[in-house]
Structures are given as structure tokens and as C-alpha cells.
């Protein structure tokens, strides 16, 4: 099937012409745009076809020491601050990032390579809900902690990763302030421009200076907000290896920390499944947002009496997937985040292949210009080869087989991470059985990859710890007592 | 070697309405523009079976609709003709008479349609006198009431019997979704029907609804697709009944490509069964050529 296109789709292309982005932008420190001390700045790169979009300022330790300073000196008043009015601040951004939705959905998409369908569809509104949902919380706290005196932390330093820029600052933002704390952002260097964004419209939300700070850098700028002795929490998301220097930089210190690391997670089909949906439910679980996703099904296990019908389905179902341009409305799958990443895939895709595993990739037309990388299943692995064990980021699917239910759950939960798990079955017995033996923050039940900003998100082992969304997301903000 | 009836029930899949809705969903924002918009739309028109069946169908109003189906809008150049018209076993050899000449087939529902409550005797002399007729394509509609009481073997074997009184001609066999309510029953009568002869599965008799909607066509595409994997034998598709959108039919088509593939998209595997459709497609063509929405009255209505 397939053999020739006789009806292509016609190029269909979200206009750019309302997104406005600046050439340069500064530090958002204080209420104010502020040039790093440093005078450094460093090019944002559009992945999906090389060219440069704008110049991020390179925030150094004095920049940060200012950004947590006036993160500080806001506090006494946020958090003093009545907070049903903290609430209507809050409701107030979320309203203006959804008047700007489609703005910050091209941007999100330029920046960061995702498909529009996905930032138009999926992380932009969830990023508005994260505010609506925490804005609702400011002021029902005690009900959230019946009988229990509820206090803000203070200043929290919150680093957030590449692979879904608005959503996670939304993530760490919203129960922050809905909490009283205050804050100082840091996205990740390679996506800044939607966090740039959020603060242009935090400015326009009119909150009292200092309450939100912005600032953008590498790591260096990131190890800064860590050690800097004034910042009473760290909220990180990104990789294991990231986590875990954290983890030691703030031993003995009383800063608390929520880290939401990497993950290996494992989707299970069993022979009952509704094999067609679970067939969609594999390709949303690894190819959603180019596989750059924390808790991505990147470890399929199926059990063998259908092992050969899911995976000819799987294949047959990756040739009707479009790789390209992610500003395409029909793309499925866009540009991998950075040419860093992509070197990252290839050398796990060359290590799959010298490891014996059977690759299969689709032909697809893959743009010349930008980085890309087809959709990768590797067919018949063991837990033993490295492509299983290890995190690749990136569209590529290692496939086990399995015989029995005791067999799988004991090699889902054979990983040093345990963030998510998914579950295919026609039988509600069998996915309760799972759910409280499976290792992993979150197991979804013949589905996978859904948020909602009323769930907690979080993970057990090397996946790191604290809840965020939800009731729980609000824990990690407070001091209770 | 047929597969039993316990056996097609054993291998039907499980269908999950949630996962079904998903993938209808995001088939849904797919964008078709620009030339392949054209293209679709003409090639919608190519698969449109025309139908009249109603009570008071008569010659005249059968004789218009078959002037219309093969000039649809003969001030747009190069339009396609629809695939048949769908009439009435009373008014086939008259819409033939009509047809001659023309690419355009008759096909006749059969079987006691739209109920299918008739005993299989009468069902058989209904196709074999459409068929001697000459009707090319026959639509005959499954017993619901054995299927939903769980007698799937006579649903088969009325099948298999109306497979061979049609000869020659192509059969579509109508499950009525409407009434088998769930998906799962959806699939399973998708496979007998597939399994006992059925040349194209066909959603709705137009009369029940709901009829032919996205989530019924997808499971029914479903079954085409795994029944083309086991025997490499392609089945045809038809939905049939509330596709009055050219929207609709676009994102249907789309779903037949990324189902079955391009492969399917000729009017020998795919049609649409639909009264008022081939309009607003017309409509569409000719805002693309002139960039203009006409008022309905520019096009005909036969």
C-alpha cells in the first residue's frame, strides 16, 4: 500500500505575520528590561530550517543576584497580598495568553521545532489552563490543607527544559504565585523566546515588579540561581544527569526541590487490546512532539501472540505520518530541537543498529535544510541492549515481546526511571492489577500522553521527585504547619 | 480457505470508542488547500452514487437525476460524472435506458430494503429481478434483528446466498450501523459480511440515524485493511447517509488514504452514498475557480 502518492496533500502553512519577535531581548528583572551585565548575547536558531530568529542575553551570576533580589523584595508584598487578588492577577495572564494564543503557538513552533498542530492544539492551551487551574487555588488554600497553616516558601528559582518551553514555565509559575511566592525563571537556551513572551505578558498583566523575573543562559546561568544563597526553592525539569548535580549543590542547605527528570517509561499491549487504538496510542506515546517528551512510551512491550500484527499495524500506520515542516498544519512530526539532539538520536540509532537490532524507518521526504530525524522503530530487543536502557529523546521505539502478565511487569519496572507506563487491555481487572505494581508516577489505561493540569505529574526512582498539577503540584510551594 | 463463523468471531478486533474518536479527531484537523483541494473535491464527485429512494420516487424524477449525473455542472470544464445513481429494483431498467452510453453505473438496493424484514426467498427474487434488470451494482441490507440476537451464522449464509443471486454484479452489503449501536458490533459485522462475499461494506440505508458517521467508517476501514493484510484482497467502502459537506468528504477521503491508501481512492473501492453532497461540492469548485461563493440557485437541483 502506498506505493504512490496519488493524492498529496497540498502544502498548508500557519502565517508568521502576527508573531512578532524582537531582534534582541534582555533580562526581564524587576518589572524591567535589563542588558546582562556581560553584554553577552547568543542566537536563537529555528531547527527547522537553520535560520536565526533573535539574540538571547547571556545572564551571568550578577544578573541573577539581581533577579533574585528583586524576586525578594517583592515577596513581603506578594504574598501579603490578599489572595483572591493574587488569584485575579493570575487569571489576568492566562486570559491575555489566550487572546495571544496563536502568536505564541507560531513562536513556540519556530523556536522549537514542534508541529503547529501540537503547539496550536495541545501546549498552548494546556499552558493557559495551568494558569486558570492555580489561579482558582490562590484563595481556597485552606481547603487544600483543611486544618493546617499554609505559608509560602519565598523566592523559587524554577530551570525548565527544550522540548515544551510555555508549558513548563506555565507549570512552574502558576502554583507558585498562586501560593505567594515569588520568582525567578530560567528556560532553556535553545527555546527562550515563548518564556520572553510570557513576560511581556506578565508585564502587561500589570504584576508588581519583581514578583515574576525572566532571565535567560546556558548552564552557567542555571548553576547560579542554584547556588545563589537567597533562593528558598529549585524547581528543575530536565535531564537525570542535570538533577543529580543539583541534588549535591544544595546538600545541607534548607532550599527544597522538586526534580522532574528523565524517564524510560514502558507501554504494554496485551493481546486483548483494542489493537488499532493501541497502534495510535504507541504513535501519540514516542512520536508526540518529536519523542522529546520526559515521559515518552519509548519502551514498547508486547505480548508475543500479537507481536506480529501490532508492529506490521505500526509500520503500516508510520507511512501515513508526515515529517516536515512543522509550520505545516498536516504535519505529524517536525524538527528535532537542536542540532545537539540530533547527533544524540543518530549516535542511539547507530548504537541500535550495532547492537544487532532490526531497524525499520519509513521513506519520508525530509526536508534538506534542518534537523530531522524519521520516525525509528527497533524490532526484537532485549532489556539488555542499551537503545532499552538508556533515554534517546528522541522518534525512536524500542519493541519487546512478552508471554505473561508477572514477566512484563517485572521488566517495566526494571529501569533506573519510573516517570510514566502505559497500559492496553480490554480488561479492567488487568489494569488495576498494573496500575499498583508498576513503578511509575503516572499509568495511563488505553491511552497515553494526556495532561491535564488538574493531574499530578511527577516520578518515582531517577525520575526524580515532587508532584507537579494538581492539589499536589501545590505542596511543593508551601510551608506547612 | 473461508473462515467459519466462529472463527471471524473470534479474530474480530476490539474496538475502543475513545481511541476511535481520537483518531477521527485529529484526521480532522488535517488541512487540505490549494490544488489538492481541486483534486479532492473533483475526484468526491467521481464517487458520489446518486440516490433516490423514496415512495414517491417516479420516471421523471429518476430521468432528471440521471440527466444530472453525468453533467453536474457543465459550465465548469472537465468535471467528472458521479460514480452510479442508486435507485429503487423498480427503476432500474428505466435509469439504465437513461444511462446508456455513459460511464455512469445503476446500482438497485435489494433485499427488502431498507428493513431487511422479508424471508430470504423474497430477498433473493428482489436482487434477481434488479439484477436481471440490469442493474451493475446491487445494495443489499443485513437481518440487524438476527444479528443483534446473536445469530451471526444466518446473517452470514443471507449474505453468501444474495452473493450468488447477484451474478455478475457487484455487491454492497449495508450493515446499518444505526442500529448495531456499538463499534464493536460495527467490526464484527464488517468481517461476516466481508468474509461472506461482500465486494464493498456500506454504513446506512440513509434511513436510520445515526448513519454513516467518521468513527463508523474508520472501524469499517479497519476491517478492509485487516482483511487485505491476511488475503490481499481489496474490499470497497461506502458510507453512506449524512455526508452533505464537502468538508466532510474531504476529511473522509483523507481517512481512506491514510487507512487503505491511495490505492483506494478510485470509485472502484470507494464511494459516497449521498443525495445533496455532489451540490455543495460544485459549490466549492467553483468558489476555487472564481473565488466567489455562489448562491445555491447557480446550482442545479435534480
Known amino acids: 500500500m502506498n506505493k504512490k502518492e496519488k493524492w498529496p496533500l497540498s502544502p498548508s502553512l500557519e502565517s508568521t505575520q502576527h508573531a512578532s519577535i524582537k531582534k534582541q531581548y534582555s533580562l526581564f528583572i524587576d518589572g524591567e528590561w535589563v542588558k546582562p551585565s556581560s553584554g553577552v548575547y547568543f542566537p536563537s536558531i529555528n531547527p527547522a530550517d537553520e535560520s536565526h530568529l533573535a539574540s538571547i542575553a547571556h545572564a551571568n551570576e550578577k544578573d541573577v543576584h539581581l533577579a533574585v533580589q528583586a524576586a525578594r523584595k517583592a515577596f513581603p508584598l506578594w504574598s501579603k497580598l490578599p489572595a483572591s487578588e493574587r488569584a485575579k492577577y493570575i487569571f489576568r495572564i492566562a486570559r491575555i495568553m489566550q487572546e495571544k494564543a496563536r502568536e505564541l503557538a507560531v513562536i513556540e513552533t519556530l523556536d522549537g521545532g514542534k508541529p503547529i498542530r501540537e503547539s496550536r492544539d495541545i501546549d498552548v492551551p494546556l499552558a493557559c489552563n495551568h494558569f486558570f487551574y492555580y489561579a482558582g487555588w490562590a484563595d481556597k488554600l485552606a481547603y487544600a490543607f483543611p486544618n493546617r497553616t499554609v505559608e509560602p516558601l519565598g523566592v523559587a528559582a524554577q530551570i525548565i527544559p527544550w522540548n515544551f518551553p510555555l508549558l513548563m514555565a506555565a507549570w512552574k509559575i502558576a502554583p507558585a504565585l498562586a501560593t505567594g511566592n515569588t520568582v525567578v525563571l530560567k528556560p532553556a537556551e535553545s527555546t527562550s523566546l515563548t518564556a520572553l513572551k510570557l513576560a511581556e505578558i506578565i508585564e502587561e498583566a500589570g504584576l508588581p515588579k519583581g514578583v515574576v523575573n525572566i532571565i535567560t543562559g546556558f548552564g552557567d546561568t542555571g548553576a547560579a540561581m542554584v547556588n545563589h544563597p537567597d533562593v528558598n526553592k529549585i524547581a528543575f525539569t530536565g535531564s537525570t544527569h542535570v538533577g543529580k548535580i543539583i541534588q549535591k549543590a544544595i546538600a545541607g542547605s534548607s532550599k527544597k526541590a522538586t526534580l522532574e527528570l528523565g524517564g524510560k517509561s514502558a507501554n504494554i499491549i496485551f493481546d486483548d487490546a483494542p489493537i488499532d487504538q493501541a497502534v495510535e496510542g504507541i504513535v501519540n506515546g514516542i512520536f508526540f512532539n518529536q519523542g522529546h517528551v520526559c515521559c515518552a512510551g519509548s519502551r514498547l512491550f508486547v505480548q508475543e501472540n500479537v507481536a506480529e500484527k501490532v508492529i506490521r499495524k505500526l509500520k503500516l500506520r508510520l507511512k501515513s505520518l508526515y515529517v516536515g515542516n512543522p509550520l505545516d498544519k498536516n504535519t505529524d512530526i517536525g524538527a528535532i530541537n537542536s542540532k545537539e539532539q540530533l547527533e544524540t538520536i543518530e549516535s542511539y540509532i547507530a548504537i541500535g543498529k550495532k547492537e544487532g537490532a532490526e531497524i525499520y524507518q519509513p521513506t519520508c521526504n525530509i526536508p534538506k535544510k534542518g534537523y530531522y530525524c524519521p520516525p525509528t522503530l527497533f524490532i526484537n530487543v532485549a532489556q539488555s541492549h542499551r537503545i532499552v536502557q538508556e533515554e534517546i529523546f528522541g522518534p525512536v521505539l524500542t519493541i519487546q515481546t512478552f508471554r505473561t502478565v508477572d514477566e512484563v511487569i517485572q521488566k517495566a519496572n526494571n529501569t533506573p526511571y519510573g516517570l510514566a507506563a502505559g497500559v492496553w487491555t480490554d480488561k479492567g481487572s488487568r489494569i488495576f492489577n498494573l496500575t499498583t505494581k508498576l513503578k511509575a508516577g503516572v499509568v495511563w489505561a488505553n491511552t497515553y500522553n494526556k495532561f491535564d493540569p488538574t493531574s499530578p505529574f511527577g516520578g518515582y526512582k531517577e525520575s526524580g521527585y515532587g508532584r507537579e498539577g494538581g492539589v499536589h503540584g501545590l505542596s511543593a510551594y508551601v510551608k506547612l504547619s | ?302
Open chain 2, 1 to 302: 480457505m473461508a473462515k467459519t463463523v466462529s472463527q471471524i468471531i473470534l479474530d474480530a478486533s476490539k474496538v475502543d470508542k475513545v481511541g476511535v474518536e481520537e483518531r477521527v479527531a485529529r484526521i480532522q484537523t488535517r488541512s487540505v488547500k490549494g490544488t489538492s483541494k481541486v483534486q479532492g473535491l473533483k475526484m468526491a464527485l467521481n464517487m458520489i452514487d446518486l440516490t433516490t429512494l423514496e415512495g414517491k420516487d417516479t420516471q421523471g424524477k429518476v430521468r432528471q437525476m440521471c440527466y444530472k449525473a453525468h453533467h453536474l455542472h457543465d459550465s465548469i470544464p472537465d468535471l467528472p460524472a458521479v460514480a452510479a445513481v442508486c435507485v429503487y429494483p423498480s427503476m432500474v431498467k428505466f435509469a439504465k435506458k437513461e444511462l446508456r452510453n455513459t460511464s455512469v453505473k445503476v446500482a438497485s438496493v435489494s433485499t427488502a430494503f431498507p428493513s431487511g424484514q422479508a424471508p430470504l426467498e423474497v430477498k433473493i427474487l428482489d436482487t434477481k429481478f434488479a439484477v436481471d434488470q440490469g442493474a451493475d451494482e446491487i445494495d443489499m441490507v443485513i437481518s440487524r434483528g438476527k444479528f443483534l440476537q446473536g445469530e451471526f451464522q444466518f446473517v452470514y449464509d443471507e449474505i453468501a446466498q444474495i452473493k450468488e443471486a447477484c451474478g455478475k454484479a457487484r455487491l454492497k452489503v449495508i450493515l446499518e450501523t444505526g442500529e448495531l449501536t456499538t463499534l464493536d458490533n460495527v467490526r464484527l459485522a464488517s468481517d461476516i459480511a466481508i468474509h461472506a462475499g461482500a465486494d464493498f461494506i456500506k454504513t446506512s440505508t440513509g434511513k436510520i440515524q445515526p448513519a454513516a458517521t467518521m468513527q463508523v467508517t474508520y472501524t469499517m476501514l479497519m476491517a478492509i485493511q485487516d482483511y487485505f493484510a491476511e488475503t490481499g484482497i481489496m474490499i470497497g467502502m461506502k458510507p453512506a447517509g449524512g455526508i452533505s459537506t464537502s468538508k466532510l468528504a474531504l476529511h473522509n477521503l483523507l481517512m481512506v488514504k491514510e487507512v487503505l491508501g491511495d490505492e483506494w481512492l478510485t470509485n472502484q473501492w470507494f464511494r459516497f452514498g449521498a443525495s445533496s453532497l455532489a451540490n455543495d461540492v460544485l459549490m466549492q469548485l467553483i468558489k476555487c475557480e472564481s473565488g466567489i461563493y455562489a448562491s445555491p440557485d447557480y446550482v442545479s437541483i435534480d
